[in-house]
Protein backbone atom coordinates (compact mmCIF):
# COMPACT_ATOMS: atom_id res chain seq x y z
CA UNK A 1 0.00 0.00 0.00
CA UNK A 2 1.51 3.46 -0.89
CA UNK A 3 -0.65 6.58 -0.28
CA UNK A 4 0.02 10.08 -1.29
CA UNK A 5 0.98 12.64 1.48
CA UNK A 6 -2.81 14.06 1.24
CA UNK A 7 -4.39 10.58 1.19
CA UNK A 8 -2.24 9.76 4.65
CA UNK A 9 -3.85 13.29 6.18
CA UNK A 10 -7.16 12.31 5.35
CA UNK A 11 -6.50 8.84 6.81
CA UNK A 12 -4.76 10.24 10.01
CA UNK A 13 -8.08 12.24 10.60
CA UNK A 14 -10.55 9.54 9.69
CA UNK A 15 -8.56 7.47 12.57
CA UNK A 16 -9.21 10.32 15.27
CA UNK A 17 -13.03 10.90 14.62
CA UNK A 18 -13.07 6.75 14.68
CA UNK A 19 -11.08 6.77 18.30
CA UNK A 20 -13.12 10.33 19.62
CA UNK A 21 -16.54 7.99 18.49
CA UNK A 22 -15.33 4.73 19.77
CA UNK A 23 -14.18 5.84 23.14
CA UNK A 24 -17.43 8.19 23.52
CA UNK A 25 -19.47 5.07 22.54
CA UNK A 26 -17.79 2.65 24.96
CA UNK A 27 -17.04 5.06 27.62
CA UNK A 28 -13.05 4.23 27.85
CA UNK A 29 -10.43 7.03 27.69
CA UNK A 30 -6.96 7.49 26.29
CA UNK A 31 -8.43 9.50 23.37
CA UNK A 32 -5.73 12.08 23.82
CA UNK A 33 -2.61 9.07 23.24
CA UNK A 34 -5.01 7.85 20.40
CA UNK A 35 -4.82 10.90 18.63
CA UNK A 36 -1.11 11.71 18.94
CA UNK A 37 -0.19 8.45 17.37
CA UNK A 38 -3.02 8.99 14.25
CA UNK A 39 -0.26 10.08 11.90
CA UNK A 40 2.50 7.73 12.51
CA UNK A 41 -0.11 4.74 12.35
CA UNK A 42 -1.42 6.15 8.99
CA UNK A 43 2.33 6.26 7.89
CA UNK A 44 3.46 2.95 8.58
CA UNK A 45 0.08 1.16 7.62
CA UNK A 46 -0.24 3.38 4.39
CA UNK A 47 2.96 4.01 2.95
CA UNK A 48 5.81 1.98 5.37
CA UNK A 49 5.44 -1.54 6.50
CA UNK A 50 5.04 -4.50 3.70
CA UNK A 51 1.29 -5.85 5.18
CA UNK A 52 -1.50 -7.72 3.56
CA UNK A 53 -4.62 -7.16 4.73
CA UNK A 54 -6.58 -10.09 2.85
CA UNK A 55 -3.39 -12.20 4.41
CA UNK A 56 -3.15 -10.58 7.60
CA UNK A 57 -0.59 -13.48 8.41
CA UNK A 58 1.24 -13.47 5.73
CA UNK A 59 5.26 -14.98 6.33
CA UNK A 60 7.21 -12.08 5.33
CA UNK A 61 4.53 -9.16 5.95
CA UNK A 62 5.90 -6.44 8.80
CA UNK A 63 5.13 -6.81 12.09
CA UNK A 64 3.67 -4.04 14.32
CA UNK A 65 3.88 -4.02 17.97
CA UNK A 66 1.63 -1.18 19.86
CA UNK A 67 3.84 -0.93 23.43
CA UNK A 68 1.57 1.66 24.73
CA UNK A 69 -1.38 -0.99 24.46
CA UNK A 70 -4.08 1.66 25.92
CA UNK A 71 -4.01 3.87 23.00
CA UNK A 72 -5.48 0.53 20.96
CA UNK A 73 -8.28 2.09 19.51
CA UNK A 74 -6.20 4.10 16.97
CA UNK A 75 -4.27 0.58 16.05
CA UNK A 76 -8.35 -0.94 15.64
CA UNK A 77 -9.91 1.91 13.59
CA UNK A 78 -6.23 2.19 11.63
CA UNK A 79 -6.78 -1.51 10.63
CA UNK A 80 -10.55 -1.38 9.81
CA UNK A 81 -9.69 1.76 7.25
CA UNK A 82 -6.74 -0.04 5.42
CA UNK A 83 -8.93 -3.25 5.24
CA UNK A 84 -8.77 -5.71 7.56
CA UNK A 85 -12.13 -5.47 8.87
CA UNK A 86 -15.60 -2.90 8.23
CA UNK A 87 -15.35 -0.04 9.99
CA UNK A 88 -19.18 -0.90 11.02
CA UNK A 89 -17.24 -3.05 13.53
CA UNK A 90 -15.64 -0.48 15.36
CA UNK A 91 -19.13 0.25 17.10
CA UNK A 92 -18.43 -2.67 19.30
CA UNK A 93 -15.39 -1.13 20.76
CA UNK A 94 -15.51 -1.47 24.85
CA UNK A 95 -18.93 -2.90 24.62
CA UNK A 96 -19.33 -6.11 26.86
CA UNK A 97 -18.45 -9.14 24.83
CA UNK A 98 -16.25 -7.77 22.37
CA UNK A 99 -12.96 -8.89 20.92
CA UNK A 100 -12.07 -4.93 20.77
CA UNK A 101 -10.82 -4.16 24.51
CA UNK A 102 -10.23 -1.31 25.46
CA UNK A 103 -5.92 -2.18 25.58
CA UNK A 104 -5.31 -3.51 22.10
CA UNK A 105 -5.96 -7.84 22.12
CA UNK A 106 -4.90 -9.90 19.19
CA UNK A 107 -7.86 -12.24 20.34
CA UNK A 108 -10.04 -12.35 17.46
CA UNK A 109 -9.04 -9.69 15.84
CA UNK A 110 -6.99 -9.61 12.41
CA UNK A 111 -3.50 -7.47 11.95
CA UNK A 112 -3.03 -7.51 15.71
CA UNK A 113 0.43 -9.41 16.52
CA UNK A 114 0.00 -8.63 20.35
CA UNK A 115 -2.03 -8.18 23.66
CA UNK A 116 -0.61 -5.39 25.06
CA UNK A 117 -1.65 -3.15 28.12
CA UNK A 118 0.81 -3.03 30.79
CA UNK A 119 3.81 -0.80 30.00
CA UNK A 120 7.51 -1.76 29.16
CA UNK A 121 6.21 -5.14 27.67
CA UNK A 122 6.52 -4.12 24.00
CA UNK A 123 9.76 -3.83 22.98
CA UNK A 124 10.85 -6.72 24.37
CA UNK A 125 8.78 -9.00 22.71
CA UNK A 126 9.66 -6.84 19.65
CA UNK A 127 12.75 -7.83 19.96
CA UNK A 128 12.25 -11.31 19.84
CA UNK A 129 10.48 -11.10 17.27
CA UNK A 130 12.90 -9.49 15.24
CA UNK A 131 15.59 -12.17 16.14
CA UNK A 132 13.33 -14.82 15.41
CA UNK A 133 12.86 -13.02 11.68
CA UNK A 134 16.59 -12.91 11.72
CA UNK A 135 17.33 -16.94 12.17
CA UNK A 136 14.48 -17.70 9.81
CA UNK A 137 16.23 -15.66 7.30
CA UNK A 138 13.44 -13.35 6.75
CA UNK A 139 13.73 -9.76 5.44
CA UNK A 140 10.66 -8.51 7.38
CA UNK A 141 11.07 -5.86 9.77
CA UNK A 142 9.22 -5.28 13.04
CA UNK A 143 7.89 -1.96 14.32
CA UNK A 144 7.32 -1.04 17.77
CA UNK A 145 5.48 1.70 19.39
CA UNK A 146 6.32 3.03 22.27
CA UNK A 147 5.06 5.90 24.90
CA UNK A 148 7.48 8.21 26.26
CA UNK A 149 6.01 7.61 30.07
CA UNK A 150 7.01 3.70 29.56
CA UNK A 151 10.85 4.67 29.14
CA UNK A 152 10.86 4.67 32.70
CA UNK A 153 10.64 1.08 32.90
CA UNK A 154 14.27 -0.64 33.03
CA UNK A 155 12.67 -3.52 30.97
CA UNK A 156 12.74 -1.28 27.57
CA UNK A 157 16.37 -0.76 28.31
CA UNK A 158 17.19 -4.39 29.01
CA UNK A 159 15.54 -4.87 25.33
CA UNK A 160 17.62 -1.89 24.37
CA UNK A 161 20.59 -3.90 24.85
CA UNK A 162 19.75 -6.91 23.54
CA UNK A 163 18.69 -5.79 20.31
CA UNK A 164 22.11 -3.92 19.87
CA UNK A 165 24.36 -6.83 21.48
CA UNK A 166 22.41 -9.15 18.59
CA UNK A 167 22.93 -6.46 15.74
CA UNK A 168 19.11 -6.51 14.95
CA UNK A 169 18.69 -3.87 12.19
CA UNK A 170 15.14 -5.46 11.27
CA UNK A 171 14.06 -3.50 14.20
CA UNK A 172 12.52 0.20 14.57
CA UNK A 173 11.41 1.65 17.87
CA UNK A 174 9.43 5.07 17.45
CA UNK A 175 8.58 6.85 20.99
CA UNK A 176 5.10 8.62 21.01
CA UNK A 177 7.29 11.96 22.42
CA UNK A 178 4.41 13.92 23.40
CA UNK A 179 5.84 14.42 27.32
CA UNK A 180 2.25 14.05 28.72
CA UNK A 181 1.86 11.26 30.60
CA UNK A 182 -0.79 9.37 32.92
CA UNK A 183 -1.09 11.76 35.69
CA UNK A 184 1.86 14.88 35.09
CA UNK A 185 4.51 15.76 32.25
CA UNK A 186 7.06 13.91 31.34
CA UNK A 187 9.76 16.14 32.36
CA UNK A 188 8.31 16.49 36.34
CA UNK A 189 7.41 12.48 36.43
CA UNK A 190 10.53 11.22 35.66
CA UNK A 191 12.60 13.42 33.15
CA UNK A 192 14.02 11.40 30.06
CA UNK A 193 16.49 13.92 28.25
CA UNK A 194 18.71 13.87 26.76
CA UNK A 195 16.60 11.18 25.37
CA UNK A 196 18.32 10.47 22.02
CA UNK A 197 21.63 10.29 23.71
CA UNK A 198 20.52 7.50 26.29
CA UNK A 199 19.40 5.37 22.83
CA UNK A 200 22.33 6.51 20.88
CA UNK A 201 24.75 5.25 24.49
CA UNK A 202 22.81 1.60 24.10
CA UNK A 203 24.01 1.61 19.89
CA UNK A 204 20.91 2.46 18.55
CA UNK A 205 21.02 4.78 15.41
CA UNK A 206 18.82 7.30 16.56
CA UNK A 207 16.85 10.55 15.02
CA UNK A 208 14.09 12.68 16.00
CA UNK A 209 10.85 13.62 13.92
CA UNK A 210 7.77 15.72 13.55
CA UNK A 211 4.94 13.20 14.72
CA UNK A 212 2.58 14.86 12.83
CA UNK A 213 4.28 15.65 9.94
CA UNK A 214 3.95 12.50 7.17
CA UNK A 215 6.99 13.30 5.21
CA UNK A 216 9.21 13.87 7.73
CA UNK A 217 7.81 10.52 9.50
CA UNK A 218 8.69 8.68 5.38
CA UNK A 219 11.82 10.41 5.32
CA UNK A 220 13.12 9.40 8.39
CA UNK A 221 11.84 5.26 8.18
CA UNK A 222 13.22 4.78 4.57
CA UNK A 223 16.44 5.66 5.57
CA UNK A 224 16.43 2.73 8.43
CA UNK A 225 18.60 0.89 9.19
CA UNK A 226 20.91 3.80 9.17
CA UNK A 227 23.75 1.57 10.29
CA UNK A 228 23.84 -2.41 8.91
CA UNK A 229 24.11 -3.89 12.39
CA UNK A 230 22.70 -1.33 14.88
CA UNK A 231 18.59 -1.32 15.72
CA UNK A 232 17.11 1.91 14.80
CA UNK A 233 14.47 4.76 17.12
CA UNK A 234 12.63 7.23 15.69
CA UNK A 235 11.83 9.86 18.88
CA UNK A 236 8.70 11.79 17.06
CA UNK A 237 7.70 14.69 18.98
CA UNK A 238 4.02 14.79 19.29
CA UNK A 239 0.94 17.01 21.08
CA UNK A 240 -1.40 14.80 23.37
CA UNK A 241 -5.03 15.38 21.97
CA UNK A 242 -3.70 16.41 18.44
CA UNK A 243 -6.90 17.69 16.66
CA UNK A 244 -8.72 19.01 19.43
CA UNK A 245 -7.59 22.42 20.19
CA UNK A 246 -9.37 22.05 23.88
CA UNK A 247 -7.67 18.37 24.43
CA UNK A 248 -3.91 18.91 23.05
CA UNK A 249 -1.34 19.36 25.54
CA UNK A 250 -3.45 18.48 28.82
CA UNK A 251 -2.87 15.86 31.39
CA UNK A 252 -7.01 15.69 31.52
CA UNK A 253 -7.34 14.05 27.95
CA UNK A 254 -5.00 11.02 28.63
CA UNK A 255 -8.62 9.37 31.18
CA UNK A 256 -11.30 11.51 30.16
CA UNK A 257 -13.52 10.25 27.70
CA UNK A 258 -15.89 13.12 25.49
CA UNK A 259 -19.01 12.86 25.59
CA UNK A 260 -22.36 15.95 25.39
CA UNK A 261 -21.25 18.97 24.10
CA UNK A 262 -17.34 18.03 24.43
CA UNK A 263 -18.01 15.35 21.99
CA UNK A 264 -19.99 17.62 19.69
CA UNK A 265 -16.94 20.35 19.45
CA UNK A 266 -14.59 17.43 19.47
CA UNK A 267 -16.16 16.36 16.45
CA UNK A 268 -17.04 19.50 14.97
CA UNK A 269 -13.15 20.23 15.10
CA UNK A 270 -11.86 16.90 13.14
CA UNK A 271 -14.72 17.25 10.48
CA UNK A 272 -13.40 20.45 9.41
CA UNK A 273 -9.99 20.11 9.96
Given at each position: MTLSTQQ???????????????????????????????????????????????NPRWADRDRFVLSKGHAGAAVYATLAEVGYFPTEQLQLHYQDGSIFSGHVSHKGVAGVELSTGSLGHGLGVGVGMAKALKLAGKAARVF???????????????????????????????????????????????????????????????????????????RALAAMPVHQGRPSVAIAHTTKGKGVSFMENTVLWHYRTARGDEFDRALAELERS
Open positions: LVELSRRIRIHVLRMTSRGGSAHVGAGFSIADILATLYGNVMRHDPKVLLSDGECDEGSIWEAALFARHHELDNLVALVDYNKIQSLAPVAETLGLEPFRAKWESFGWSACEVNGHDHLDLQ
